[in-house]
């Protein structure tokens, strides 16, 4: 890793840590706008954040990597959002040996590599209103790219808040490239699939890795983009529903249903595997499994 990519960390750890800011602020107006169901009654919720930090120790720990940096937790339980968490990191190290062969540019750089970004997951109250994922990140190890992505998980389909989150992400991607979205949402398709219940985790998004085109500010404003269409969508998605009744065999397809989103995240999810292999925050890593589930 060079010197030349100094700054360019630092706008990137700056933006995740300013659009975690806005998501947060957004997410608490919602809670205080609830006016319908029974949830009403709820003490209104507000994002708890809690900072971590690895100690600057040069023994590798239990993964076989060096991880030194850290990031804060920011959660909240309230009458809309059940559980949602959105973290921020900014870490630094050495990959294991067997996670050097696998990372991009990693066995060039003698296994360092820097990471910084931010991740979301959204479990919420009404059954009717979708659970929701994204996040974006920047990684350099002698390579330096963007990843990332969102995707919607409606425990009951509902075809305006598909188009309305797939317009939103479209609109991002034809902005810089019309050959994004659709590979992106292919992507999505096939990275969010659980092949064990031949099922998709839900109805998609976009999903993008390595992106890494030649120019880094280019590369950086679209990273950007996905954050801003996420946060001008979603909560409209969550407003239209979020007063709605629901029944007690709706809330059961909901608790069901995650079971899915967990199976998915423990076996399959890249991001998970990242973070536990280079020896994350597992309280940070595993903020997206819900607080009530039935298999």
């Known amino acids: 890793m060079t010197e030349n990519w100094d700054d360019k960390k630092q706008q990137a750890a700056t933006w995740f840590q300013t659009l975690r800011n806005d998501i947060c602020a957004e997410?608490?107006?919602?809670?205080?706008?609830?006016t319908g169901t029974s949830k009403q009654d709820l003490p209104i919720g507000q994002f708890e954040r809690k900072p971590w930090q690895r100690d600057n120790s040069n023994e590798p720990n239990e993964s076989g990597s060096i991880l030194k940096g850290g990031g804060e937790i920011s959660l909240m339980r309230g009458r809309v959002f059940e559980k949602v968490g959105v973290n921020i990191s900014t870490v630094h190290g050495t990959f294991s040996p067997e996670f050097t062969k696998?990372?991009?540019?990693?066995?060039?750089?003698?296994?360092?590599?820097?990471?910084?970004?931010?991740?979301?997951?959204?479990?919420?109250?009404?059954?009717?209103?979708?659970?929701?994922?994204?996040?974006?990140?920047?990684?350099?190890?002698?390579?330096?790219?963007?990843?990332?992505?969102?995707?919607?998980?409606?425990?009951?389909?509902?075809?305006?808040?598909?188009?309305?989150?797939?317009?939103?992400?479209?609109?991002?991607?034809?902005?810089?490239?019309?050959?994004?979205?659709?590979?992106?949402?292919?992507?999505?398709?096939?990275?969010?699939?659980?092949?064990?219940?031949?099922?998709?985790?839900?109805?998609?998004?976009?999903?993008?890795?390595?992106?890494?085109?030649?120019?880094?500010?280019?590369?950086f404003t679209f990273t950007q983009d996905v954050g801003k269409a996420f946060l001008a969508c979603y909560p409209q998605i969550v407003r239209q529903h979020m007063n709605k009744e629901w029944s007690a065999e709706q809330r059961e397809q909901q608790l069901i249903k995650r079971g899915r989103y967990?199976?998915?995240?423990?076996?399959?999810d890249r991001g998970t595997t990242f973070g536990l292999k280079t020896g994350g925050n597992t309280e940070a890593i595993l903020m997206s499994l819900p607080p009530e589930v039935k298999w």
């Open 262 to 268: 967990v199976e998915y995240n423990l076996l399959y």
């Open 27 to 34: 997410f608490e107006k919602i809670e205080e706008a609830l």
């Open 102 to 219: 696998n990372m991009k540019g990693a066995d060039q750089s003698n296994g360092a590599f820097w990471a910084a970004g931010i991740s979301l997951v959204a479990h919420m109250q009404n059954p009717l209103v979708p659970a929701v994922h994204m996040n974006t990140r920047m990684i350099v190890t002698s390579e330096g790219w963007f990843g990332g992505g969102a995707d919607l998980t409606p425990m009951f389909e509902n075809d305006e808040d598909t188009q309305a989150f797939h317009g939103a992400l479209k609109k991002a991607c034809d902005t810089h490239d019309k050959a994004y979205y659709p590979k992106f949402k292919k992507w999505c398709d096939e990275y969010f699939y659980l092949p064990h219940r031949n099922e998709s985790r839900g109805v998609g998004g976009i999903f993008y890795d390595y992106l890494q085109s030649g120019d880094w500010d280019a590369d």
